[in-house]
């Protein structure tokens, strides 16, 4: 079993730096094979086709990039220094990424659906992370106390994600994934909203 799972483990890194450097649609079964220098037949003994080593990747990416995140929560001093570093890694994770995500499949009218499938996850994920945050503010008497955290979150994770379809659309003509200014950009439009958004659950005393 161990042997297994370590097999599986470097089919997923290869696959990634495949994913990172052309993308799904320019990968093939075929080159992490050969990546791998193992027969087809062996990598398909792992996984069924190259969708479902996608979204393993991506699973398996979330999974990393957010454990760290969960655990500061519960030490974090404050709301603020829990949106600070959360932003920090959402912006690693888009530099680093984006071909992984698919930007350019959010200029499309209708994304595949393997696309709604790895959004859906990342947005489970962001639900359930901010739906924490939340709470602790709550808890420590940063935000208001009638706050709804997994209703919050869920509205919180909409709107960020309608902020990213409308920039990836507004890049469509010219977007270039390596420009780190224009990602940064999209960052900072994010910091803003999640600033608004949080400003307005602050606790607020009742006035006698």
């Known amino acids: 079993m161990a ?5 599986r483990t470097m089919i997923l890194e290869a696959a990634l730096k495949r994913f ?8 093939t079964m075929e080159e992490i094979a050969r990546d791998l220098e193992i027969s087809k037949g062996s990598l398909y003994y792992y996984f069924s086709d190259k969708e479902s080593i996608y979204v393993a990747v991506v699973e398996q990416m979330i999974a990393d990039c957010f454990f760290d995140m969960s655990a500061y929560v519960e030490e974090a ?21 984006h071909f992984l995500f698919g ?10 659906t393997l696309m709604r499938q790895t959004i859906e996850l990342l947005q489970q994920v962001e639900i359930s992370f901010l739906s924490a945050t939340i709470t602790k503010g709550v808890n420590n008497g940063e935000l208001n106390e009638d706050t709804d955290a997994e209703h919050t979150a869920q509205l919180l994770v909409n ?15 010219c977007f270039d ?6 990602l940064r950009c999209f960052m ?15 606790y607020r005393p009742a006035f006698n």
């Open 3 to 7: 042997e297994q799972d370590q097999k």
């Open 20 to 27: 990172k450097r052309f993308g799904l649609s320019k990968t």
């Open 77 to 97: 001093p404050s709301v603020t220094a829990i949106m600070d570093r959360y932003l920090e890694l959402k912006e690693k994770m888009l530099l680093e990424y």
């Open 103 to 112: 930007i350019n499949e959010w200029i499309k009218d209708v994304p595949s």
């Open 159 to 173: 709107v960020l994600f309608g902020l990213w379809v409308i920039w990836c659309k507004w890049q469509a003509s």
């Open 177 to 182: 994934p390596h420009d780190k200014k224009v």
């Open 188 to 202: 900072d439009r994010e910091k803003q909203v999640l600033t608004i958004f949080f400003n307005g659950l602050r």
